[in-house]
């Protein structure tokens, strides 16, 4: 029963971590060309996909702040 448990509470934890989970909670999943934009140069007027849960966003890069 204990091992049961300790199992259910690890799968609770790794759900939380799963993507549909994060945007579920308000955030975003940004793309830049199809693939996850981290810490890519962008350059003026390039279009990103900003996932939200309920749909996708299509966004121009305008500059810096």
Known sequence: RE???N?????????G???KSILN???AIPRHNGR??????L????????ELHNR???V???KQK
Do not use: A, F, W
């Open 3 to 5: 091992k049961r448990n």
């Open 7 to 15: 199992l259910e509470n690890l799968l609770q934890i790794i759900d």
């Open 17 to 19: 971590y799963h993507p």
């Open 25 to 27: 909670k308000g955030y």
């Open 36 to 41: 996850l934009l981290t810490n890519q140069h």
């Open 43 to 50: 350059k003026v007027n390039d279009t990103i996909e900003l």
């Open 56 to 58: 996708t966003l299509l």
């Open 60 to 62: 121009s890069y305008i």
